[in-house]
C-alpha cells in the first residue's frame, strides 16, 4: 500500500489513479500525526469483512437467509 499526505495526494493524483489501477491501495494521511482518513482502493478488490468502515466493532451487520442481494450489490461495491 502507497501512503501519502493530503498535500502529496492533491499534488500526485493522476499517480495515485495509476497506482490505484495496477491493483494497489493508496492511503490519505492527514495532519502532524499523519492519520489516515481515506483509502482509494481498486474496484475489484474484496470487501468482505470490511462492510463496517468506521463502526467496525460497535455495531454488527446482519442478512437473513433469505435475503436477495449481496452486500456488495446492497451498498454498491
Do not use: Q
Amino acid at each position: 500500500m502507497t501512503r501519502m499526505s493530503v498535500g502529496e495526494f492533491k499534488s500526485n493524483f493522476s499517480a495515485a489513479l495509476e497506482i490505484v489501477k495496477s491493483g494497489k491501495e493508496v492511503e490519505v494521511l492527514y495532519g502532524r500525526n499523519k492519520k489516515p482518513i481515506a483509502r482509494l482502493v481498486p474496484p475489484e478488490k474484496n470487501y468482505s469483512g470490511e462492510l463496517l468502515g468506521c463502526i467496525e466493532g460497535t455495531a454488527t451487520f446482519t442478512m437473513s437467509e433469505d435475503w436477495k442481494m449481496t452486500p456488495e450489490e446492497l451498498l454498491d461495491l
